[in-house]
């Protein structure tokens, strides 16, 4: 009995630190950009991969770098809201959650995004100074006010 009894609980314990590891995540939080790969791929386990564009300024050349956060999803439904912004073009937060360890089937990355948030762009094309106002109307400017002639004088004297 014992000889079943010590590897059982043994394997046991390995099966419970190696379900932690791959159920706890060691961080999570946000990043927001734009969509600028996404697909489905995999041999033999399918997944959803993307690229997040995040941007970013480069203190050293003082110019605009494209900086790139690699994840991986696992809800469908959040697979759908992110192809759907990939239709679209918009801008997204995505909400993401590290893992120390990957498993084959869930993702190529550490970085398994679990929810997606749409952020609405309040500059019509991306260019400060230019707000976008939806549903409104064109401004009109008013009638320029009639003005009316000014009086002659046919009798050629003064009037004060």
Do not use: C
Not at 20 to 45: H, M, N, P, Q
Not at 80 to 88: E, L, M
């Amino acid at each position: 009995m014992r000889r079943i009894l010590i590897p059982l609980v043994f394997l046991l314990l390995i099966f419970g630190v190696f379900y932690y590891l791959t159920a706890w995540s060691y961080s999570d939080g946000e990043r927001a950009g734009t969509i600028s790969k996404y697909s489905r791929r995999g041999y033999v386990f399918k997944t959803w991969e993307g690229v997040l564009n995040v941007g970013g300024f480069s203190g050293e050349t003082g110019s605009l770098t494209p900086q790139y956060f690699d994840f991986s999803v696992k809800d469908d439904s959040v697979a759908q809201q992110i192809n759907q912004a990939v239709k679209t073009g918009q801008r997204v937060t995505l909400h993401y959650e590290e893992k120390l360890v990957k498993l084959p089937w869930n993702g190529e990355t550490k970085y398994f995004v679990t929810g997606v948030e749409i952020v609405e762009s309040q500059y019509r094309y991306g260019v400060p100074g230019q707000p976008a106002y939806p549903n409104q109307p064109a401004p009109s400017t008013p009638p320029a006010p009639q003005s009316l002639p000014a009086p002659v004088d046919t009798l050629g004297r003064d009037t004060l």
